[in-house]
């Protein structure tokens, strides 16, 4: 071991000693031990480094969303078990506890700035923000209700790829919901969030008219865990990084959290 | 030398001895006619107990054989003046995945479909069949040309999945398949969608979009490869077989699940037993389903499409 490593070692060491339950938290990118009331104003934004912290579906909806304009849709749409999956029913009764979510996205119409949106905000801590057959139907219907009112469309995106448990039928959904996209003719923004990965980037998520990252977000086909073993090399740094997609020409944009709803507004003004 | 799976052995053994005595045929009497028979009798017999009765591994293991036909096979059987296209007209020639002109029965098809080659220096070639990037957007550019000119499109689906890389990344590997999905559905001519050996995921489905979705009888289409599942769910590939079972991806189970339209049966003893034969019952289907597709007027066609996928998905609805 080299004496940087341990030094660092020792450092994440005690520095875990130190920190007191709830009132402090450690940057996972620069390992700054920050004010958790702090980031919380900062909208849970590293203040040294500019690491976005993973939230989830309602903090974007208070982020982005006018204030009590949201209208749920589709909550009815519930999990099933095609396949019989072993362990998938277990699976979905803890994520619904444990995330308070009924899936992996809400969808529903909302005001931003006063506009009316149609919304699917993905939610991560739903198994990883997975697709399956609940997913694809929820945004299908949120891409055809867009159509059918000639309402823009915004997505915010945060999944792991497809839902494993619905085999085939979740590898459809990327079939269903990108299909339906060329019944839109009305704008789509697509935020994608760290991180948008598989079949969800294949999908929907990078069909946006405006496809917007926020800093540092993962954003790739394959996992960076099976590239590696598939070439047996290490990966470049910042590989997949938000900033990696936008160098190489394909998205259109960064945008800070803070900047993300003035960006939006102005983006829809354009072009509605 | 000819390759071949565990569970083949008993027919590759049988086979030899029967050729074995055929080579005797000098003076063929009447005890060697009689063994012939039976052995050949029995040869049936043992093919049809092992093929009816294989594991959901066993039938991933048939899907990848390496003897199995491949689009090249297909092409060289079915399709007549034969004109291969070449490249994405953005950054290079995808030899994963081949896309040409062909005739069969007199009707020019666009044929797109992925190749995963024969021997190594041509595995080599063809990265194994795993396309990058510009092998989709290959491929779309050339079932345009189809839309463009009324050609009706044949897909043959035969890969592990997209090339997990650092090229493809940098390239848009999830964009380029995102949009084949979508451009694909809105393409004014018939297409008809054969999975022939592995539907990989999201490197089959960028080419798998179309009006009718057909498998052969030993090929499997999932979301995830059984080592894949098995290395998340158990953490350990060697669970690869449990997770084929579990992820019901055979010809049977998806026709069940009415994902698929249709199964194409193989020879006796699977495609890699008889390639000319497995494409003469590809070609038959083919036919079949243009002539169904033919007249339907094109947007009917394309919102049939799309309608088609909007169905795909079991959820309960309270
Ligand atoms: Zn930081």
């Known amino acids: 071991m080299k004496w940087f490593q341990i030094r660092k070692k020792i450092g994440k060491e005690s520095a875990k000693k130190e920190i007191p339950d709830g009132l402090w938290i450690k940057c996972t990118s620069c390992d700054e031990i920050l004010y958790k009331k702090e980031v919380e104003k900062n909208l849970m934004v590293c203040s040294k480094c500019n690491f976005h912290f993973r939230v989830n579906s309602a903090f974007y909806k208070k982020l982005l969303l006018d204030e009590g304009s949201f209208t749920s849709f589709d909550e009815n749409i519930q999990t099933a078990d095609p396949l019989q999956f072993k362990g998938y029913v277990k699976k979905i009764e803890a994520a619904r506890k444990e995330s308070s979510l009924s899936e992996a996205v809400i969808t529903g119409e909302a005001k931003i700035d006063g506009r009316d949106v149609e919304v699917a905000i993905m939610d991560f801590s739903f198994i990883g923000g997975s697709m399956g057959s609940v997913v694809g139907e929820r945004v299908r219907r949120a891409i055809e209700r867009a159509s059918k009112q000639s309402l823009p469309l915004l997505t915010v995106n945060a999944s792991g790829g497809a839902r494993m448990h619905e085999g085939i039928f979740s590898l459809m959904q990327m079939a269903k919901t990108a299909t339906a996209l060329n019944k839109l003719k009305t704008p789509y923004i697509s935020i994608l969030t760290n991180p948008t990965t598989a079949g969800v980037l294949a999908s929907y998520a990078s069909l946006g008219d405006i496809l917007i990252a926020e800093p540092g977000a993962l954003i790739g086909f394959a996992g960076p865990r099976v590239i590696k073993q598939t070439i047996k090399k290490e990966l470049p740094d910042g590989f997949q990084r938000a900033e990696f997609l936008l160098e190489h020409g394909l998205i259109d944009m960064i945008v800070s959290r803070k900047n993300l709803k003035d960006t939006i507004i102005s983006l829809l003004s354009h072009l509605c | ?318």
């Open chain 2, 1 to 318: 030398m000819i390759k071949h799976l565990d569970f083949e052995k008993p027919i590759i053994e049988l086979h030899e001895r029967i050729e074995e005595l055929k080579a005797l045929n000098g003076n063929m009497s009447g005890i060697y006619q009689t063994e012939l028979k039976k052995l050949n009798a029995k040869l049936v017999k043992i093919r049809k107990e092992i093929f009816s009765s294989l594991t959901p591994w066993q039938r991933v293991e048939m899907a990848r054989h390496p003897n199995r036909p491949y689009t090249s096979d297909y092409v060289k059987f079915l399709f007549k003046d034969w004109t291969e296209i070449h490249g994405d007209r953005r950054f290079s020639d995808d030899n994963a995945i081949i896309t040409g002109i062909g005739s069969l029965e007199g009707i020019s098809f666009v044929v797109v479909g992925h190749e995963k080659g024969r021997k190594i220096t041509e595995k080599v070639k063809r990265n194994f069949g795993s396309a990058h990037p510009e092998g989709y957007r290959k491929a779309l550019r050339v079932m345009k040309l189809g839309g463009k000119f009324n050609l009706p499109i044949v897909c043959l689906v035969d890969t592990a999945g997209a090339y997990p890389g650092i090229g493809a990344e940098e390239r848009g590997q999830a964009l380029a398949i995102a949009e084949n999905i979508k451009e694909i559905a809105v393409i004014p001519v018939p297409i008809i969608v054969i999975i022939t050996g592995e539907g990989g995921s999201g490197g089959a489905l960028a080419i798998g979009i179309g009006d009718r979705i057909y498998m052969q009888e030993f090929s499997v289409y999932s979301v995830i490869s059984p080592e894949g599942c098995a290395s998340i769910i158990f953490r350990n590939q060697e669970y690869k077989k449990e997770a084929a079972g579990y992820l019901k991806i055979t010809a049977e189970e998806l026709k069940k699940f009415q994902i698929i339209d249709g199964i194409i049966s193989e020879p006796e003893g699977g495609a890699h037993s008889n390639h000319e034969e497995a494409a003469k019952l590809v070609g038959e289907t083919i036919l079949k389903l243009y002539q169904e597709l033919k007249d339907i007027p094109r947007d009917d066609l394309i919102d049939k499409r799309i309608e088609k996928f909007s169905q795909m998905g079991v959820y309960i609805e309270g």
